[in-house]
């Protein structure tokens, strides 16, 4: 729970996964499938050469679990949403799959894991879903708690601009009830739906330069934000791009060199902080 006391947002985003949107065709489709490849892209550049076990909180079915598995990493998957460890129990069961170390029912912010028994941590969503800064800051302490010294924590977070981006580009912008939530992301990055329409469950858009602050409150030391899509999710022949060898090429050569770029972090719909235990 908070502890400013606001009300727990986990019940209402685990009834949005459970009922109304389904996760597992995310990453599977434009824009999702940029965001997926790069991810993984950036996860191998920074995993340490002696990391043996990672821990993968809140990582739905299994997508990133069942890929480090598959690169001979012993993978423990975390999630609060029952349907996701349904599927993950079955797709690792299915036999077509890499075997995990675990998979569990659990939240972010109270890992059922010893201190230091993984060498890195995933948190590629759960962040998304706390407005509150002191329950994200619990959830990056628990990383950092079950890290090991030296080990290294992936933080995935929400671009402040996404909705405003995707709202124009993607559609929805002519709603004024998506305008007054865009417009609340805009003020203070609290992104809630208060009506019955199929958008986005609550969560926090971050500032680029909120995540340093976050993830330094819970006691890691941060090496470095990057974009993850750009401002290439944007485009509507995505998939052309990521279809054609050359394009492909081209598209990541160019994202590696303004992944950085300050100037041009809040335009990415997701950002990824790496980070690193003492």
Known sequence: MSMHGAKDPLPEVVAYYETRYDEDQRLAKSPGRLEFARTREIIQRYLPPTCQSVLDIGGASGPYSFWLAGLGYRVTLLDPVERHI???????????????????????????????????????????????????????????????????????????????????????????????????????????????????????????????????????????????????????????????????ERLFSLLRIIEDRAALLGCSAHLVAVAQKP
């Open 86 to 248: 349904v599927k993950a129990q079955e797709l690792a069961n299915s036999g077509t799959y890499p075997s995990l170390e675990g998979i569990m029912l659990g939240e972010a912010r109270h890992l059922p894991c010893e201190n230091g028994s993984f060498d890195a941590v995933l948190l590629m969503g759960p962040l998304y879903h706390l407005p509150e800064q002191s329950d994200r800051v619990q959830a990056i302490h628990e990383a950092c708690r079950v890290l090991r010294p030296g080990g290294v924590c992936f933080v995935a977070v929400i671009s402040r601009y996404a909705s405003l981006l995707d709202g124009y580009f993607g559609g929805g912008i002519e709603d004024p009830d998506f305008v007054a939530i865009v417009k609340d992301d805009l003020e203070n990055g609290r992104h809630r739906n208060p009506t019955d329409k199929p958008y986005f469950t609550v969560a926090y858009l971050h500032e680029p330069g909120e995540i340093a602050e976050d993830i330094k409150m819970g006691g890691l030391e941060h090496l470095t934000t990057l974009a993850l899509e750009g401002p290439f999710w944007m485009l509507k022949d995505l998939d052309e791009h990521l279809d054609d060898p050359i394009a492909h």
